[in-house]
């Protein structure tokens, strides 16, 4: 990529692959570099082409970077299989129904209707996303993410540089990362659905911002599945436990809610390029803090937080950022 572009560098050339965590890893070492003043500049940027790829080698590679090997392979657990076994588990703990979890396709295909980076953008109703066929029961064909291509720039420097710039510009204002020491599909014996990983690092991201939950207007989540949106809102503490399905269907996280989430219409509907979609969230959060989301637009939103995952929530990166005024 250096030497397309052409680009000489004096701080730190990486690249980073650890699936879905890895857009999010590219923007915290961008961001290190500059705190620790190894560069004026840095860029986080990736280029998926799943399209060109092949879906046994990419899901042999997903089970390898993030998933237990020896422990899934014998029982043919695919990574969207983790999510199945999520949505099975919350459905039978919380008396959730296939509607209930699939509401969340529908409110993420609205954000995205407005969302001129979006892959899909046409109207969606229940009834078409629950007589879709099953991918893995019982998530069916648009509560799973569709493969995906894209690529994105996101430019990094000094509070100082973007206010000489005269350009606009949003601050990193905290920072967590929490690694719960085990798989999540493994031997060993945890709560399937209750993602403390993204407990911790979304409470050490405040703490670093001093900030509140309360105090957040927006949040990006990494959810490749309806059902992951539910389960991380539930576990960073937006809805209690077994109510983050309720309050979807009560719009709370839709348009015009009080907590939206994933409004750039999130993994099922703006696209899901799974190395780069943690820095297809933060660019969402960008233009939301800047007042430029048109008509998805949070009003008055000043603080936002996003997540990227490892391995169905086994690992989580959180960041928040800030509009500076």
Known sequence: MMAQLGLQCRGLVTEVGQLGLTGGVAFDQAAAQVQLGQSDYSLAL?????????????MDFGIRAVGDVNFQAPFAIPP??????????????????????????????????HNPLAYFRKPLNIEEVLEQRPIVEPLGLLEVPARADGAICLVICSEQTARASGRP???????????????QIGDHPHDLTAFP????????????????????????????????????????????????????????????????????GGCLSRGHPPQITGLYGLLELREQLLGKAGRRQVTGARRGLHTCELGNYNATLAHVLEAPW
Request: glycine letters at 10%.
């Open 169 to 183: 510009y949003v601050v990193v204002s905290g920072r967590g990362f929490h690694h719960e020491g085990y798989h």
């Open 197 to 264: 990983s993204a407990s911790n690092a979304v409470r050490s991201a405040l703490q670093s911002a001093s900030a509140d939950l309360d105090d957040i207007d927006i949040a990006e989540l990494y959810a490749p599945c309806t059902i992951t949106e539910i389960l991380v809102t539930e576990a960073i503490g937006m809805f209690p436990k077994g109510e983050g399905f309720r309050a979807a269907q009560e719009g709370v996280t839709a348009m015009g809610g009080s907590r939206p989430v994933n409004t750039s």
């Open 80 to 113: 969207i299989g983790w999510y199945a076994l999520d949505c099975a588990r919350y459905m039978h703990d919380h008396g959730a129904s296939r509607e209930d979890i699939a509401q969340i396709a529908v409110k993420s295909r609205e954000y995205a209707r």
């Open 46 to 58: 990736g280029v998926v082409r799943q399209s060109l790829g092949d879906i046994n080698t990419a």
